[in-house]
């Protein structure tokens, strides 16, 4: 079973930066891909970035492009994702996730998530 812990969360006015770690515990993630996702108040989950086992590939929401580099280190198991240039609407709870099948659709383990709050 995997555990991911996400930490770093806060608040931090618009334009500022922020950076969220992702500790994963129970089983060393070899070959998972990891990502993050977001949760604004009444609005849906959604794809943040996401990043494969080999680091040599990375995906990112079109809304966080040049804003967001997320980033693993493999012999720590831990993830992390550099939120810069931050904006009211980057304001939502983030989830970190994993999952060994690159094929699949849904994200089968997951964090319980860490607040960002954005002001303006």
């Known amino acids: 079973q995997v555990q991911l812990v996400e930490s770093g969360g806060g608040t931090v006015q618009a334009g500022g930066s922020l950076r969220l770690s992702c500790a994963a515990s129970?089983?060393?993630?070899?070959?998972?891909?990891m990502g993050w996702f977001r949760q604004a108040l009444g609005k849906e989950r959604e794809f943040v970035a996401s990043?494969?086992?080999?680091?040599?590939?990375?995906t990112y929401a079109d809304s966080v492009k040049g804003r967001f580099t997320i980033s693993r280190d493999n012999a720590k198991n831990t993830l992390s994702l550099q939120m810069n240039s931050l904006k009211s609407e980057d304001t939502a709870v983030y989830y970190c996730?994993?999952?060994?099948?690159?094929?699949?659709?849904?994200?089968?383990?997951w964090g319980k998530g860490t607040l960002v709050t954005v002001s303006s």
């Open positions: 996730a994993a999952d060994p099948d690159y094929a699949r659709i849904t994200w089968t383990y």
């Open positions: 129970g089983r060393t993630l070899i070959w998972y891909r």
């Open positions: 990043i494969t086992w080999t680091r040599d590939s990375s």
